[in-house]
Protein backbone atom coordinates (compact mmCIF):
# COMPACT_ATOMS: atom_id res chain seq x y z
CA UNK A 1 0.00 0.00 0.00
CA UNK A 2 1.16 3.60 -0.45
CA UNK A 3 -0.67 6.40 1.12
CA UNK A 4 -0.35 10.20 -1.15
CA UNK A 5 -0.41 13.64 0.05
CA UNK A 6 -0.41 17.12 -2.30
CA UNK A 7 0.69 19.98 -1.86
CA UNK A 8 0.96 23.11 -4.01
CA UNK A 9 -2.37 23.78 -5.11
CA UNK A 10 -3.88 27.38 -4.64
CA UNK A 11 -5.10 30.58 -6.69
CA UNK A 12 -3.47 31.71 -10.06
CA UNK A 13 -4.27 33.85 -12.41
CA UNK A 14 -4.40 32.65 -15.98
CA UNK A 15 -1.24 32.32 -18.03
CA UNK A 16 0.37 31.85 -14.63
CA UNK A 17 1.90 28.81 -12.86
CA UNK A 18 2.22 26.49 -10.76
CA UNK A 19 3.76 23.56 -9.19
CA UNK A 20 1.75 20.96 -7.39
CA UNK A 21 4.03 18.01 -5.54
CA UNK A 22 2.77 14.52 -4.33
CA UNK A 23 4.57 12.54 -1.49
CA UNK A 24 4.67 9.24 -0.80
CA UNK A 25 4.87 6.75 2.15
CA UNK A 26 4.29 2.71 2.28
CA UNK A 27 5.50 0.38 0.35
CA UNK A 28 8.87 1.38 -2.38
CA UNK A 29 8.01 4.50 -4.25
CA UNK A 30 9.14 2.63 -7.54
CA UNK A 31 6.67 0.21 -7.28
CA UNK A 32 4.29 3.07 -8.87
CA UNK A 33 3.35 3.99 -12.13
CA UNK A 34 2.57 7.54 -10.74
CA UNK A 35 -0.04 10.24 -11.92
CA UNK A 36 -2.57 12.74 -11.78
CA UNK A 37 -6.10 13.44 -12.11
CA UNK A 38 -8.10 16.20 -11.62
CA UNK A 39 -12.08 16.83 -11.41
CA UNK A 40 -13.84 20.23 -12.39
CA UNK A 41 -17.14 21.03 -10.55
CA UNK A 42 -19.76 18.86 -12.19
CA UNK A 43 -18.12 17.13 -14.37
CA UNK A 44 -16.24 13.34 -14.10
CA UNK A 45 -12.89 12.90 -12.68
CA UNK A 46 -10.02 12.52 -16.03
CA UNK A 47 -6.53 11.78 -16.06
CA UNK A 48 -4.41 14.03 -17.24
CA UNK A 49 -0.56 12.90 -16.71
CA UNK A 50 0.93 9.83 -16.07
CA UNK A 51 4.38 8.41 -15.38
CA UNK A 52 5.71 4.95 -15.59
CA UNK A 53 7.99 3.66 -12.15
CA UNK A 54 11.24 4.33 -13.97
CA UNK A 55 10.49 7.94 -15.26
CA UNK A 56 11.17 6.96 -18.40
CA UNK A 57 7.75 7.26 -19.80
CA UNK A 58 4.96 10.06 -19.83
CA UNK A 59 1.67 10.66 -21.09
CA UNK A 60 -0.87 13.20 -20.88
CA UNK A 61 -4.10 13.93 -22.12
CA UNK A 62 -4.56 16.68 -24.80
CA UNK A 63 -5.81 19.13 -23.03
CA UNK A 64 -2.57 19.45 -20.80
CA UNK A 65 -0.01 18.35 -23.61
CA UNK A 66 2.31 21.06 -24.08
CA UNK A 67 1.67 22.94 -21.10
CA UNK A 68 1.76 21.02 -18.21
CA UNK A 69 5.37 18.46 -17.27
CA UNK A 70 4.94 15.63 -15.24
CA UNK A 71 8.11 14.22 -13.40
CA UNK A 72 9.46 11.69 -10.14
CA UNK A 73 12.39 11.57 -7.70
CA UNK A 74 12.50 8.23 -7.18
CA UNK A 75 15.06 9.04 -3.92
CA UNK A 76 12.78 11.38 -2.45
CA UNK A 77 9.37 9.33 -3.29
CA UNK A 78 7.92 12.76 -4.85
CA UNK A 79 6.16 13.03 -7.75
CA UNK A 80 5.40 16.65 -9.38
CA UNK A 81 3.34 18.67 -12.00
CA UNK A 82 4.57 21.31 -13.09
CA UNK A 83 1.68 23.83 -14.92
CA UNK A 84 2.30 26.54 -16.88
CA UNK A 85 0.27 28.58 -19.44
CA UNK A 86 -2.54 28.15 -16.93
CA UNK A 87 -6.14 28.20 -18.03
CA UNK A 88 -9.37 29.24 -16.62
CA UNK A 89 -10.23 25.74 -17.61
CA UNK A 90 -7.93 24.11 -15.54
CA UNK A 91 -9.53 25.38 -12.33
CA UNK A 92 -10.05 21.47 -10.67
CA UNK A 93 -9.36 19.46 -7.46
CA UNK A 94 -6.46 17.65 -8.55
CA UNK A 95 -5.32 13.63 -7.14
CA UNK A 96 -2.37 12.04 -7.12
CA UNK A 97 -2.65 8.75 -7.69
CA UNK A 98 -0.39 5.24 -8.07
CA UNK A 99 -1.39 2.15 -9.20
CA UNK A 100 1.06 -1.01 -9.78
CA UNK A 101 0.28 -0.99 -13.56
CA UNK A 102 0.29 0.77 -16.33
CA UNK A 103 -2.85 2.92 -15.14
CA UNK A 104 -3.21 5.23 -17.92
CA UNK A 105 -4.00 2.26 -20.46
CA UNK A 106 -6.20 0.66 -17.99
CA UNK A 107 -10.57 0.76 -17.91
CA UNK A 108 -10.43 0.95 -14.38
CA UNK A 109 -8.89 3.86 -12.08
CA UNK A 110 -5.58 3.55 -10.27
CA UNK A 111 -5.82 1.89 -6.93
CA UNK A 112 -4.42 5.00 -5.01
CA UNK A 113 -5.69 8.23 -4.35
CA UNK A 114 -4.66 11.52 -2.69
CA UNK A 115 -6.73 13.86 -1.01
CA UNK A 116 -6.18 16.56 -3.37
CA UNK A 117 -5.52 20.10 -3.68
CA UNK A 118 -7.51 22.53 -5.09
CA UNK A 119 -6.26 24.93 -8.12
CA UNK A 120 -8.09 28.02 -9.03
CA UNK A 121 -7.06 29.90 -11.85
CA UNK A 122 -9.33 33.19 -12.44
CA UNK A 123 -9.03 35.37 -15.19
Known amino acids: QVHLVESGGGSVQAGGSLTLSCTAS????????MGWYRQAPGKERDGIAC????????YYAESVQGRFSISRDNTRNTLTLQMDSLRLEDTAMYYC????????????????WGQGTQVTVSS
Open 51 to 58: ISWNGEST
Open 26 to 33: GEAFDNYN
Open 97 to 112: VADTSLWWFNDRAPDY
